[in-house]
């Protein structure tokens, strides 16, 4: 079983949509969650972080859920520009370590 | 603009070859890391240095030899690679647990 499971996709949007991505973790010791956007032949970028209070970043709003492990990101308004790979990923202090989902990939069309 | 700078941005090589990869960063960060990434699937952790010292080495083959020149610099030294080493090879850094900044990365392809 991989530590961090993501659905790779690929969902297939028309733009305007609302997506929803989600991921479990296994290792109960992670400290802190991220999802990071990475475009074909490019490298990843932090989207946002993603906090046990929830936290939103315009039209992307992030949720940990600690209990069962699991995190998810929502797209609302879906734009051709967030076509992409995202990428959900976990960092624990013991290991000094980030683990990486597969990552979601996204296709928004017109 | 990525923070992090990776030079050069593509590398061909035949398998005798030796040539280096380079990454730099003035952000202050301190744990500086090094990365593979192949077509479709996620980075792999090569090396991790923490205060300019090798901290984690996940078994990478000796064909590739990382060196932390300064707090700013992270080289990584090839030498007699395979084509399956052909990948995306990633730098990032970061401070503590803040999340990793990545470079735009070398493409490598080895003939």
């Known amino acids: 079983r991989k530590e961090v499971e993501q659905d790779p996709g690929p969902f297939n949007v028309p733009e305007g949509a609302t997506v929803a991505f989600n991921c479990t973790y296994s290792?109960?010791?992670?400290?802190?969650f991220f999802w990071y956007r990475q475009d074909c032949r490019k490298e990843p970028k932090l989207l946002m972080s993603?906090?046990?209070s929830g936290n939103e970043d315009g039209r992307f709003t992030a949720q940990l859920n600690r209990a069962s492990q699991y995190i998810s990101l929502l797209i609302r308004d879906s734009k051709l520009s967030d076509s992409a790979t995202y990428l959900c990923?976990?960092?624990?202090?013991?290991?000094?370590?980030?683990?990486f989902g597969q990552g979601t990939t996204l296709q928004v069309k017109p | 603009d990525t923070e992090v700078t990776q030079t050069p941005k593509h590398l061909v090589m035949g398998m005798t070859n030796k040539k280096s990869l380079k990454c730099e960063q003035h952000m202050g960060h301190r744990a500086m890391y090094w990365y593979k990434q192949k077509a479709k699937k996620p980075p792999e952790l090569m090396f991790v240095y923490s205060y300019e010292k090798l901290s984690i080495n996940e078994s990478v083959p000796s064909r590739f030899s990382p060196e932390c020149p300064n707090s700013s610099l992270l080289n990584l030294h090839l030498h007699a690679l395979q084509p399956e080493d052909s990948a995306l090879y990633l730098c990032a850094s970061s401070q503590g647990d803040q999340p990793q900044h990545f470079g735009d990365g070398t493409r490598l392809s080895i003939l």
């Open positions: 290792n109960s010791a992670s400290q802190s």
């Open positions: 990923v976990t960092y624990s202090g013991n290991t000094g370590k980030l683990i």
């Open positions: 993603v906090y046990s």
